[in-house]
C-alpha cells in the first residue's frame, strides 16, 4: 500500500477517534458548539411571564457556557408551534424549549394538531412555579372553602362559571377535578389565556377561577378587588400565609396543582450535554440573583434537581394531567 493512502487512513481515523470522545464530554460538546448561538425558543409572547424568567437565565447562562445564548418567542397553538419546532432541530443540545410543563403535557391531550408526544422531551430546569390559587369575583365573599362547596351543590342554585384558557387547558383540568372531588356543580367559560380570566373576575362576568399567583394577582387579592379562597398545595403560599390551602377544608385532601415554566430538551439528546446543561441551569436557578427574581415574581422557590430527579417529576406531572384527563373525557378537537 502506498505510504500517502496509510497516511490517510491514519489521518480518517484519529478523526473518527477525536469525534467519538468529543461526542461523549460535555466540555467538548460546549467547545466545539461555541461558535453558534445557543437557542431558548420560548413557547409564548415577549413580556410573559416564562419569557421574562428565561431572559433572567439567559446572561448567566452565557457566562457559564462561554458562548452567546439568545432568546426567541414563537407562541402559538398552546405552546405546540415553539415544542414543534424544537423537536425538529437537532437533538444537540444548541435549541432548548422554555414553556409551561403545563401546556406541554396537555396540548397533545386537547389540540387535534399537536402530534408531538410528552416523552418526546426531557426536563433540564424549572424556572418559575406557582401555585394554582382559586379566586373568586368581588360578588362572592366565601367564608371558607366548605361555604364556596356547599353553594355549588345546591340543586336550586344557579351554577357558578368558573373561567379557564379553554378546553383541556391546565385550569380547565384543575377546575374539573375539583369538581369531581367535590361533587359541585361549576359551568367551564373559556378564555384565551390568563390575563382575560383575571379581566372577566374584575368585571365580575365569571364567579371564579383557578389562576397561577402572580405579582398582578397577589395585588388584586391584597387590595380586594378579587377574593382568594385557597391555594392549591398542601402547605400555605408564602406570599399568602394567612390564606388557608385547599386541603384544610372538609372536602379535599392533596389536592396539589402548580404552573411550572420550565426548560426542556428533546429527548434525544445526549446523556452528556443533559448533565451539562441540568449541571450549569442548576446552579443558575439556586443562586441568589434568581431566587432574589422568584420572589419578585411571587413565584415559589425552585431547587437544583438531577436529570434522574427532573425525569421523576416529569412523569409524576405526565401521570396526574393523564389521570384527571381520562375521567373529564378530554380529547384532541
Not at 183 to 188: A, F, K
Not at 304 to 330: G, H, N, Q, W
Request: with cysteine; net charge positive.
Amino acid at each position: 500500500m502506498p505510504v500517502t493512502s496509510k497516511l490517510a487512513r491514519r489521518y480518517l481515523t484519529a478523526c473518527l477517534l477525536t469525534t467519538a470522545v468529543l461526542g461523549a464530554s460535555p466540555l467538548a460538546w460546549a467547545q466545539t458548539a461555541s461558535s453558534r448561538p445557543l437557542v431558548l425558543r420560548v413557547a409564548y409572547p415577549a413580556g410573559g411571564p416564562a419569557d421574562v424568567a428565561a431572559r433572567r437565565v439567559q446572561v448567566p447562562l452565557q457566562a457559564a457556557l462561554g458562548r452567546t445564548v439568545i432568546v426567541e418567542n414563537t407562541p402559538g397553538a398552546g405552546g405546540s408551534i415553539a415544542a414543534n419546532n424544537v423537536l425538529n432541530a437537532a437533538a444537540d443540545g444548541q435549541t432548548l424549549l422554555v414553556t409551561t410543563g403545563n401546556d406541554l403535557i396537555l396540548s397533545p391531550l386537547a389540540l387535534a394538531h399537536v402530534k408531538y408526544k410528552p416523552e418526546q422531551y426531557r426536563l433540564l430546569a424549572p424556572i418559575l412555579p406557582t401555585d394554582f390559587t382559586m379566586v373568586t369575583s368581588a360578588n362572592h365573599h366565601f367564608a371558607s372553602l366548605d361555604a364556596l362547596v356547599e353553594r355549588a351543590r345546591q340543586a336550586d342554585q344557579k351554577e357558578l362559571t368558573m373561567g379557564s384558557w379553554g378546553y383541556g387547558s391546565a385550569p380547565f383540568l384543575v377546575g374539573a377535578d375539583f369538581a369531581a372531588s367535590t361533587q359541585t356543580r361549576l359551568v367551564d367559560v373559556p378564555y384565551k389565556g390568563a390575563a382575560p380570566v383575571v379581566q372577566a373576575l374584575l368585571s365580575r362576568e365569571i364567579d371564579m377561577a383557578f389562576v397561577p399567583l402572580a405579582p398582578n394577582v397577589l395585588e388584586l387579592i391584597r387590595t380586594g378587588k378579587i377574593h382568594a379562597v385557597g391555594v392549591a398545595n398542601t402547605t400555605r403560599n408564602p406570599f399568602l400565609p394567612a390564606l388557608p390551602t385547599l386541603s384544610e377544608g372538609k372536602y379535599l385532601r392533596d389536592f396539589v396543582y402548580s404552573a411550572w415554566a420550565a426548560i426542556f430538551v428533546p429527548a434525544a439528546t445526549p446523556d452528556a450535554v443533559v448533565a451539562s446543561l441540568s449541571a450549569r441551569l442548576g446552579e443558575i436557578t439556586s443562586g441568589p440573583d434568581f431566587q432574589g427574581f422568584l420572589k419578585e415574581a411571587a413565584a415559589l422557590p425552585v431547587k437544583a434537581m438531577s436529570p434522574d430527579e427532573a425525569a421523576a417529576f416529569y412523569a409524576t406531572e405526565l401521570a396526574k394531567f393523564r389521570r384527571i384527563a381520562r375521567p373529564v373525557k378530554v380529547g384532541p378537537q
